[in-house]
């Protein structure tokens, strides 16, 4: 398939050849996040796990400018390339990648130097915040290709070449798998050898990514030039909402542990670390559903096939809805199942917590997937700022208000509780946005 499919092949069939493969890879992103989840909490312990739920919104934070200018300039790629502007989407496509490499540089010094620190600022103390630290470190210093394994995703499926992201998720995702079994059950080192072993296989993925692009077997290819400073400032502003979504979200996430460490001490943030890691299979592949079209939106946008677009969304919205729906259901089935996988044995109270705080999450799939395939949609068509007021409703005001006000309330329960409420009111005021919004 290449990127004039997006505006020629039937739409079922199109999305069917572009989400079935981004299902298949974030399914297996997801069995290797699950996994990993395993060999933390079985092999090493809910001090580990309560670790990697502390770190992971710095992590996001850290990488947050990088995800910005990716998610903004493939938005705009993909419109050049629909308007058969390909030399210019070259242009933005080079520039961009020095861009996120510059960054992660920084973000390699930042992370690194500014561990400790991070980690003490969130109250943690004792195992937990030593093996945060490590974490944190391990990833630092590989930062860089992690920030390219990401970013080139979404460039490869800009260009159609949805298979080729699946299988380097595959292989990646496997190879993370049996490095977490080599370093922590074989060798039983510590939580620095999950980082380790992340690293290196997302290293693996970067450096495959970019080889079809240095050999200019796509129609991005890496080029000389430069591009405007209005170019630059409307892909930075088309990615804000992606920026801020990943911003918000990450120091929601730190509130949210400083509260679960006040009210429950390690093992509620171990809890919701293992409802994160078993609801992250079903959540994936939702989110890859719903992400999987929005190149062939933008390039319909591009090329004034506004009608085909719209029948897009119908098509996304759909397939999120029922998807979303077997979710909730699984979760509420199978989860019960799933847990002991996490937890040593013996470790009743982490089990209960956990359980409780599962079947009040499974409840948030009947309305997330709405503001989530909305938001991409705006995205797609370059509406910065009805996509960043909606980012800003639904990953931070709506979030504190209820946090706020149910905490108080129920306790831990109350946090349980606040993605169901915080994302119907998500969902309505996405609907609100997308009906007032103007097609040119």
């Known amino acids: 398939m290449n990127e004039r499919d997006y505006g020629t092949a039937p739409i079922l069939k199109l999305f069917f050849r572009c989400t079935v493969p981004a299902m298949v890879g974030m399914g297996f992103s997801a069995i290797y996040n699950i996994t990993d989840g395993i060999f933390v909490g079985h092999f090493i312990g809910q001090e580990a796990l309560a670790a990697v739920n502390l770190v992971m919104p710095l992590i996001m934070i850290i990488t947050a400018l990088a995800d910005m200018v990716a998610a903004g300039s493939s938005v705009r790629i993909s419109i050049l390339l629909g308007q058969e502007k390909r030399e210019e989407a070259g242009r933005v496509f080079t520039v961009c990648l020095k861009l996120i490499i510059g960054l992660s540089l920084l973000f390699t010094l930042a992370g690194f130097f500014l561990a400790g620190p991070l980690i003490r600022l969130m109250g943690a103390d004792g195992l937990t915040a030593e093996y945060a630290e490590e974490y944190l470190r391990v990833f630092a210093l590989f930062m860089c290709p992690c920030c390219l394994y990401f970013s080139t995703d979404n460039y490869l499926r800009v260009c159609g070449k949805v298979k080729l992201s699946m299988t380097i998720n595959i292989v990646c995702s496997v190879l993370n798998i049996i490095l977490d ?8 080192q510590g939580l620095w050898a999950a980082a380790l072993a992340s690293s290196l296989s997302m290293t693996v993925g970067a450096v495959w990514s970019l080889i079809p692009f240095i050999r200019k077997k796509l129609p991005l290819i890496l080029t000389r030039g430069r591009i405007a400073v209005k170019q630059i400032a409307l892909i930075l502003t088309n990615g804000s909402s992606e920026f801020f979504t990943s911003m918000a979200g990450s120091l929601l996430a730190i509130i949210i542990n400083v509260i679960l460490l006040r009210l429950g001490g390690a093992t509620a943030v171990a809890a919701v670390a293992i409802v994160e890691y078993v609801q992250s299979l079903t959540g994936m592949i939702i989110y890859s559903a719903s992400d999987a079209l929005q190149p062939a939106i933008s390039y319909c946008y591009g090329a004034g096939l506004y009608k085909r677009m719209k029948d897009m969304l119908k098509t996304v919205m759909a397939a999120a809805a029922i998807l979303s729906l077997i979710a909730m259901v699984f979760l509420l089935t199978a989860g019960r199942i799933i847990l002991p996988l996490f937890i040593k044995d013996g470790d009743t109270a982490l089990f209960d917590m956990s359980w409780r705080a599962m079947r009040f999450f499974a409840l948030s799939y009947l309305v997330s997937w709405i503001e989530m395939t909305l938001a991409g949609y705006l995205t797609a068509l370059e509406k910065p700022w009805h996509s960043l007021v909606l980012s800003i409703l639904g990953t ?15 306790g831990l329960d109350g946090v349980w509780m606040l993605n169901v409420v915080s994302g119907t009111y998500s969902a309505i005021v996405a609907i609100v946005i997308v009906k007032i919004v103007k097609i040119k």
């Open 396 to 410: 931070l005001i709506f979030p504190l208000i209820f946090l706020a006000i149910l905490v108080p309330l129920w």
């Open 181 to 188: 079994a080599v370093l922590i059950v074989w060798l039983k």
